[in-house]
């Protein structure tokens, strides 16, 4: 290849400059490589998104809540850096856990579980956690669950917005789901029953089980990709999450509606696609099926997501910070209305 093929750009070293934001580092890190590189596409494609107001859709896996990572999510929120949230139900347990004033312990590993068990504490690698505490969440949970007295089966989205406006009433703390109800930002939990929320709803021995329509979450997500202009999609972790979002769009075409594709795709994710798991599928893979635009602006980047998270969300936001406010809002309850009427 020619010496100055307009192909190719010079690896630029980073330097160290004491008066640069991240968001500054960040753009050097683009002219390097490897997964630096990626970590700053993946901001640059995170902001694009913001400035065409696309519809972001945030797929969260992985223990992110006990991590530390519960402000940088509720900021996401409250910022409208993401419109929809698609959750496991173990992170969006732990986020009541700490809303209600609770706390996830630092701890080490490797440790003597048999010794955790004998006094009472839970392990998520080097995060510890009191059973107690976590059992009265699940009494809280329960509680709750009683009071809806619902006479229809609920969508996981109109679960967490009724909870949310009960943990506004009795929590200590801003979470994940308290923000979304002020921001209007709908939650979805497919795999609801796999988390300690499904352990406590199991327990109703007063009366009927309160029911779900997760079919529901399915055409409601499909009318809000179709009806948007555009879709954007961030992937923390893979795992259900990432599948029920990516799904969206093969739902949506099966429903006759008019779709092409999420049209930007990030994934922060550890897991080799070599495997054939859905958390290690490549955006590549994902064009094979139609969840993602041919012409896509896409990057995985191979990270822990507790190390890429805090770095992307401060540089976003400085990148974003003179036009974020006016972002446009999508109008999520007519999208909501369209699937009730279909």
């Known amino acids: 290849m020619p010496r100055h093929s307009p192909m190719l750009r010079p690896v630029q070293p980073v330097d160290v400059r004491l008066e640069s934001r991240v968001s500054d580092l960040l753009r050097q890190m683009s002219k390097t490589a490897f997964q630096g590189k990626n970590l700053s596409l993946a901001v640059q494609i995170w902001v694009e998104m913001l400035k065409q107001n696309v519809t972001i859709l945030l ?3 992985g223990a992110l809540i006990p991590a530390g990572m519960r402000c940088l999510l509720v900021y996401l929120i409250e910022k409208r850096m993401i419109d929809c949230l698609v959750s496991t139900g173990a992170n969006l347990f732990h986020d009541i856990h700490e809303t ?12 003597d579980d048999i010794a955790l068990k004998k006094k009472g504490i ?9 059973e107690k505490e976590f059992s009265q969440v699940d009494r809280y949970i329960l509680d709750f669950a009683r009071s809806l007295k619902a ?6 989205r109109e679960f967490f917005y009724h909870l949310g406006k009960q943990l506004l009433r009795d929590g200590q703390r801003e979470g994940l789901i308290t923000s979304a109800v002020g921001a209007g930002v709908p939650i979805y939990c497919p795999a609801l029953g796999d988390s300690s929320i499904g352990i406590a709803l199991a327990q109703n021995k007063k009366g009927p089980l309160l029911l779900f329509d997760l079919v529901a979450d399915v055409q409601e997500t499909a009318y809000i990709v179709a009806q948007s202009k555009a879709t954007g999609v961030i992937f923390l972790g893979g795992g259900t999450p990432k599948n029920f979002i990516q799904q969206t ?13 999420h049209r930007y795709a990030v994934q922060v994710t550890t897991d080799a696609p070599h495997w054939g798991g859905l958390s290690g599928c490549t955006f590549e893979e994902s ?16 990270c822990d997501s507790t190390l890429a998270l805090p770095l992307m969300v ?28 279909k």
């Open 59 to 61: 797929g969260l896996a």
């Open 100 to 111: 209600l004033g609770k706390n996830h312990w630092q701890g080490f590993c490797p440790v």
């Open 249 to 261: 769009e093969v739902t949506a075409n099966m429903m006759g509606l008019k779709v092409r594709g």
């Open 314 to 341: 401060t540089a976003v936001a400085q990148e974003s910070a003179g036009f974020l406010s006016r972002r446009k809002r999508p109008e999520m309850g007519k999208l909501w209305s369209l699937a009730k009427k």
């Open 151 to 156: 006479p229809a089966p609920l969508t996981t």
């Open 122 to 130: 839970d392990r998520i690698y080097d995060v510890f956690a009191w």
């Open 287 to 302: 064009q094979s099926w139609g969840k993602i635009s041919e012409n896509a602006q896409k990057v995985t980047l191979y």
